[in-house]
């Protein structure tokens, strides 16, 4: 490689720098450049968790915490003996040669996704934060923060869910089956699981980022209020990947509750928006109220009208 070359990528380098460019000023190309640059780091630090995760399936430094396999095999485990194929506590069944491989590099490649999450999400929000106004860069941070921990806890829910559902769905028929999932099918449902119930607590951010843009204003919340909650249990039931009362019914319930705080939110912040705005609910048509409250003039006394008068006499 030439000189001339070096200089030259050397320059680009610093034109994409956030140190030589702080307000963020860029040409389309360097957008581009930009883009490529963040998609490999993000890239970059999902391989490296999902290395992490692979390795963390079977194996945790000094057994510190359970691997990844066991936290898995848990809900499966909790399922009653006289519904399992006896000899499989503990143990999945592997329907392919290669099956066992595929399932521990898929929750490898899940684990490394949200370990590694901070830094992905870091650079979404380092290539779109230098668009963004303080105000809205302050209101992004907020929403990637709840964003996360309703994600996080809608999927906590799930898992603690997932034996009694799996119980549910083991029971039926119980007379004539016994009960011996796959490796490949069980990590599906459990995976498809997490993932439905910590997306679905993701609507009342979205309900309050609705509101916020004016959207959804509270009144409009209140009318439908039965309406939507009703979806929302028709949302449950077709969602969730078993289909069994159980998980339908504490997703349904938790999104209904999530729902009312959001609305109460979103009421909070249409009489806050009220107060700090005098002419919201003024028609079109109608005179706006005038803040200004003249001083009024205070009469002279008689007395002092008739001493004045004597004085200019006098003179």
Wanted: aromatic fraction near 12%; glycine fraction near 8%.
């Amino acid at each position: 490689m030439t000189s001339e070359k070096k200089t030259e990528r050397k320059s680009k380098k610093r034109r994409r720098s956030r140190r030589q460019n702080p307000d963020g000023t860029m040409t389309l190309m360097e957008h581009l450049y930009d883009l490529r640059y963040r998609l490999g780091m993000a890239l970059l630090g999902v391989g490296i968790g999902a290395i992490i995760g692979f390795v963390w399936f079977e194996w945790f430094p000094f057994n510190a915490l359970p691997t990844l396999g066991e936290l898995l095999i848990k809900p499966y485990d909790a399922i009653p003996a006289n519904l399992k194929l006896p000899g499989t506590e503990g143990k999945l069944l592997a329907s392919g040669p290669f099956e066992g491989f595929m399932v521990r590099l898929q929750i490898g490649a899940a684990a490394g996704a949200v370990l590694f999450s901070p830094m992905w999400l870091y650079q979404l929000w380092a290539f779109i934060t230098p668009g963004l106004y303080a105000k809205e860069k302050k209101f992004a941070r907020i929403f990637v923060g709840c964003a996360v921990v309703l994600f996080v806890g809608g999927a906590v829910m799930a898992y603690f869910v997932a034996p009694e559902a799996l119980t549910v769905l083991s029971s039926v028929s119980s007379a004539e089956f016994l009960t011996a999932l796959t490796a490949d099918k069980y990590i599906s449902f459990m995976l498809a699981l997490l993932v439905i119930f910590g997306i679905s607590f993701e609507l009342p951010l979205l309900v309050v980022m609705l509101n916020k843009v004016g959207i959804l204003p509270y009144e409009k919340l209140k009318k439908w209020r039965r309406g939507i909650i009703f979806g929302l249990f028709c949302f449950a039931a077709v969602a969730t990947p078993g289909q069994d009362p159980i998980s339908m019914c504490v997703l349904a319930g938790s999104l209904t509750l999530l729902f009312e705080v959001a609305v109460q939110i979103s009421r909070l912040n249409d009489r806050r928006k009220n107060t700090e705005n005098e002419w919201a609910n003024l028609s079109d048509d109608e005179a706006s109220p005038l803040n200004y409250d003249p001083q009024p003039e205070t009469a002279t006394p008689e007395s002092e009208v008739r001493a004045t008068a004597y004085d200019d006499d006098a003179t």
